[in-house]
């Protein structure tokens, strides 16, 4: 079993090696579909990607891993070959993936801050609250109600998406059980979310759940992911899993593309 699982991790780290940045990917075979959001206001359309079991095995349910920044033209493709590929070689269970595109991505994946300069990033910041209400209240039932799914959710983002993750992991740690969070902004409001971190921890109970945290060569993202994983090497809530990669190789703009695989793998085997 070992060696499988080492064999696996060579694979996809191999796979994430090769997953340079390209101007566009291939759209894939994917559905899609609208909510009406009346916490924001708006409709959000949703992208749909499901594996070839969900069709084979009629009747097997399967884990969802949502995704900010879902659009077709964002991170959706990408992610979604991916998953694909990891599920074809058997490096990780079928999952049905959720992309969830933007609008305004800076309000709904920002909280409240207090630091001027963050205001200056868009005309609307602070949303974050109102757009997991949108992804808990009105996205989830929404996806299972149309999909057989699993009670397993996963959640995985990058820069301020990844700064959501990790708000949503300790704000309200039960609406996801697997976190996944490249380069997170936890700069955002002079770093707040990382001094409340120690005291949402402590409320946290004893359900299984897990986070996976990655950091390229960005000095205060590495550095404030560093002191969370110190925290959580301290003291980390029964229940609670978690992993810490710095890659000072990577930059911010090639962390998600590069670990993407490994993330899903330690998320998903």
């Given at each position: 079993?070992?060696?499988?699982v080492?064999a696996?991790t060579?694979?996809v780290?191999a796979?994430?090696?090769?997953?340079?940045?390209r101007?566009?990917?291939?759209v894939?075979?994917?559905?899609?579909?609208?909510?009406?959001?009346?916490?924001?206001?708006?409709p959000?359309p949703?992208?749909v990607?499901?594996?070839?079991?969900y069709r084979s095995?009629p009747?097997?349910?399967?884990p969802?891993?949502?995704?900010?920044?879902g659009?077709?033209?964002?991170?959706?493709?990408?992610?979604?070959h991916?998953?694909?590929?990891?599920?074809?070689?058997g490096a990780?269970?079928?999952?049905?993936v959720?992309?969830i595109p933007?609008?305004?991505?800076?309000r709904?994946?920002?909280?409240?801050?207090r630091?001027?300069?963050?205001?200056?990033?868009?005309p609307?910041?602070?949303?974050?609250?109102a757009f997991?209400?949108?992804l808990a209240?009105?996205?989830?039932?929404?996806?299972e109600?149309?999909?057989?799914?699993t009670?397993e959710r996963?959640?995985?983002?990058?820069?301020l998406?990844?700064l959501?993750?990790l708000?949503?992991?300790?704000?309200?740690?039960?609406?996801?059980?697997r976190?996944?969070?490249?380069d997170?902004?936890?700069?955002?409001?002079?770093?707040?979310?990382?001094?409340?971190?120690?005291s949402?921890?402590?409320?946290?109970?004893?359900?299984p759940?897990?986070v996976?945290?990655?950091?390229?060569?960005?000095?205060?993202i590495?550095?404030?992911?560093?002191?969370?994983?110190?925290?959580?090497?301290?003291?980390?809530?029964?229940?609670?899993?978690?992993t810490?990669?710095?890659r000072?190789?990577?930059?911010?703009?090639?962390i998600?593309?590069?670990?993407?695989p490994?993330?899903?793998?330690?998320?998903?085997?």
């Amino acid at each position: 079993m070992l060696t499988r699982v080492l064999a696996l991790t060579l694979l996809v780290r191999a796979l994430g090696a090769q997953a340079t940045p390209r101007p566009a990917d291939p759209v894939p075979v994917h559905e899609s579909f609208s909510v009406y959001s009346h916490t924001l206001g708006e409709p959000r359309p949703v992208n749909v990607y499901t594996p070839p079991t969900y069709r084979s095995s009629p009747t097997v349910p399967l884990p969802v891993l949502y995704m900010p920044d879902g659009g077709l033209d964002e991170d959706f493709p990408h992610m979604v070959h991916t998953a694909d590929s990891l599920i074809a070689l058997g490096a990780i269970r079928p999952v049905i993936v959720v992309g969830i595109p933007n609008t305004q991505r800076r309000r709904d994946l920002t909280g409240p801050t207090r630091v001027a300069a963050d205001s200056t990033i868009a005309p609307r910041v602070g949303g974050s609250a109102a757009f997991r209400r949108f992804l808990a209240d009105e996205l989830i039932p929404a996806v299972e109600s149309r999909y057989r799914t699993t009670d397993e959710r996963a959640i995985i983002g990058e820069s301020l998406a990844g700064l959501f993750v990790l708000e949503t992991l300790l704000l309200e740690p039960t609406l996801f059980d697997r976190y996944i969070a490249f380069d997170a902004s936890v700069w955002w409001n002079g770093g707040a979310l990382l001094e409340s971190a120690a005291s949402h921890l402590k409320a946290f109970d004893a359900a299984p759940r897990s986070v996976h945290l990655f950091s390229s060569q960005v000095g205060e993202i590495a550095d404030g992911i560093a002191r969370l994983a110190a925290l959580l090497r301290a003291s980390a809530p029964t229940g609670l899993s978690w992993t810490h990669e710095p890659r000072p190789d990577l930059t911010h703009a090639t962390i998600f593309r590069a670990l993407k695989p490994v993330a899903m793998v330690s998320a998903f085997r």
